[in-house]
C-alpha cells in the first residue's frame, strides 16, 4: 500500500464550477499535511498547509480527518489557471521524511 | 541565486557510467530533500538531510545511489554503475527549517541512460 494515495484524474471540469479532490494517508503518526502544485513540466510549489481545523484560502479549502486519515481540497469558483496537478503531501514529526503522493490532474475548460 | 539551483539540467549517459547530481540550496536552509519523478507520477522520496546529517535514506532504492552534504550546504546525490531504469527527473528541495514542509524545489536535473 501507498503511504499516501491520490486518485490520478484527470478530472476535466467547466470554469466556474467546484472541485474536490481527496487523498488518504497510512501512517496514522503522520503530522503535517500539505497540498502542493505542480504544473506541466514544472517544480512542484506549495499551495497551501493543511491544519487540523481546516483551512480556507481564497477559492481553497483544504481539511483533514485524522480518524479516516484523508485530507481532501476544494476549490471553487475554478479558473483556467487552475488547470495543473495537485499534489498531497503527508510529513511525520520531528526527523521524518516527506511523502508525495502521485498527484491528480485537473484540466479546466472554458 | 535566491532559489535551489540544480545542475546538470540535464545529463545523457551511457549505461554503466557514473553521475553525480548537484544541488545548491537556498541560503540559510536547514532542510534539504532529494526526490525522483517520473513522467506522470509524484515526487518520490530518495533521502534527506538536516544540515550535514543524513537523516533518512530509506527511499534509495539500491546501494548504487548515494547523498552527501558534507557542509551543511551544497549536495550531491551519486548513482554508479548507470542503468536505464534510472533515468528520470531528478528533484532537490530545501526548507527552512528542519521538518517542516514548506519545501523549495530546484528545476531538477533530467537524467537519461542510454
Known amino acids: 500500500r501507498k503511504e499516501v494515495e491520490q486518485d490520478p484524474g484527470p478530472f476535466n471540469v467547466p470554469e466556474g464550477a467546484t472541485v474536490a479532490f481527496n487523498c488518504t494517508y497510512s501512517?496514522?503518526?503522520?503530522?503535517?499535511f500539505f497540498w502542493y502544485r505542480q504544473d506541466c513540466r514544472k517544480e512542484p510549489k506549495l499551495l497551501m498547509s493543511v491544519y487540523s481545523s481546516g483551512n480556507e484560502d481564497g477559492r481553497f479549502t483544504a481539511q483533514l480527518n485524522r480518524a479516516s486519515q484523508y485530507i481532501s481540497l476544494l476549490i471553487r469558483d475554478s479558473k483556467l489557471s487552475d488547470s495543473a496537478t495537485y499534489l498531497c503531501?503527508?510529513?511525520?514529526?520531528?526527523?521524518?521524511?516527506?511523502?508525495f503522493g502521485s498527484g491528480t490532474r485537473l484540466s479546466i475548460r472554458p | 541565486g535566491a532559489g535551489v539551483s540544480q545542475s546538470p539540467r540535464y545529463k545523457v549517459t551511457k549505461r554503466g557510467q557514473d553521475v553525480a547530481l548537484r544541488c545548491d540550496p537556498i541560503s540559510g536552509h536547514v532542510s534539504l530533500y532529494w526526490y525522483r519523478q517520473a513522467l506522470g507520477q509524484g515526487p518520490e522520496f530518495l533521502t534527506y538531510f538536516n544540515y550535514e546529517a543524513q537523516q533518512d535514506k530509506s527511499g534509495l532504492p539500491n546501494d548504487r545511489f548515494s547523498a552527501e552534504r558534507p557542509e551543511g550546504s551544497i549536495s550531491t546525490l551519486t548513482i554508479q554503475r548507470t542503468e536505464q531504469r534510472d533515468s528520470a527527473m531528478y528533484r532537490c528541495a530545501s526548507s527552512k527549517q528542519e521538518n517542516t514542509g514548506e519545501l523549495f524545489f530546484g528545476e531538477g536535473s533530467r537524467l537519461t541512460v542510454l
Open positions: 501512517n496514522s503518526a503522520s503530522q503535517s
Open positions: 503531501v503527508v510529513g511525520g514529526s520531528s526527523a521524518s521524511k516527506i511523502i
